[in-house]
């Protein structure tokens, strides 16, 4: 017997005169809940995302440059795009020499210079982060000397660095190692730590280290001014390939580095055997254990 204000239930709790809903109710709105989003909904997600990524590979990893000069030649031509990496630095890896390096104007190197036109597909690739803008004011060189050195030129060449010739193939055919027949030409310097000399290919065709000795660091570039090293020359498709450091730069009793330099090259292998020992250690500790897996 119940009271007026109970209601009496079925076997399975449902008060009488409710229907229970069917299985069948219950799959179809399961179903309905699991419908994947149509594209147009995820298309603003995707783009998102995509954008991210993008930045995040331009500012840690990788950036796209445009060559819009001959300094270069025949290393690199106008109107190549390089790779250059950015990653490296954050492990406190420094330029060295024969490294083709992009970096900031260090002190108005490029005044009177006229800002080149960005085409169509460099300008969508600024406005996603993997390319400079056009207002960015960028140079691209090859280090000859680092902190500590000594770089010489005396007559046509060779170009010399701690007393070492420097066997070049790289510079331009038909240009001397050093110029003879202009201001800036011969010199000898004696490189700052922190800072790098640099030099285009192209010895008489780049206004490099050479003729900015009258800017307030005296030719040279603050290493805080590099962007990264340019590594591979990756368009136009016939042009594809690496940027190595030359072997003349390996030569015995060239390198007055101490052997602090070389600890911080080597810095990207030692963080990463130091990111992986502990795991390996662990799994190793687990293999040890195979009582662990049955618990």
Known sequence: MTSGNEQAAGDDGTPDGEQRPRAADTDEAARRSRKPRSFWKELPILIGIALVLALLIKTFLVQAFSIPSDSMQNTLQQGDRVLVDKLTPWFGSKPERGEVVVFHDP?????????????????????????????????IKRVIGVGGDTVECKGSGPLKVNGKALNEPFVYPGNTPCSVDDQGGQFKVKVPKGYIWVMGDHRQNSRDSRYNQSDRNHGMVPVD??????????????????LPVPDTFDQPGLDRQSSAAASLTAAPQGIAVAAVLPVALWRRRRTDRPEAANR
């Open 225 to 242: 001014k590099v962007v990264g090293r340019a590594i591979v020359k990756a368009w136009p498709i016939n042009r594809w390939g690496t």
């Open 107 to 139: 002190d108005n190197w490029l005044a009177g210079e006229p800002t080149p036109t960005p085409n169509p597909v460099q300008k969508v690739l600024s406005w996603i982060g993997l390319m400079p803008s056009a207002e960015e004011k960028d140079l």
